[in-house]
């Protein structure tokens, strides 16, 4: 329920969205270009998920 919070208030409501393919395509851009690159989060030690992701995939090699 927190992320639909999260993409509504930093994204959606900043947006005049008028049809169905621009809300899908301003979703898509904020997972991959903002969410996902430069979005911290707090039960992820102040880290984006992408630099997660990466810093567990070094641990396991």
């Not at 997972?31 to 998920?49: A, D, K």
């Amino acid at each position: 329920e927190s992320w639909h919070g999260h993409l509504k208030r930093e994204w959606l409501y900043r947006h005049s969205i008028k049809e169905f393919n621009q809300a899908k395509h301003e979703v898509f851009w904020y997972i991959e270009s903002f969410y996902n690159q430069n979005r911290i989060h707090q039960g992820l030690n102040y880290l984006t998920p992408n630099e997660f992701e990466n810093k567990q995939q070094k641990l396991a090699a």
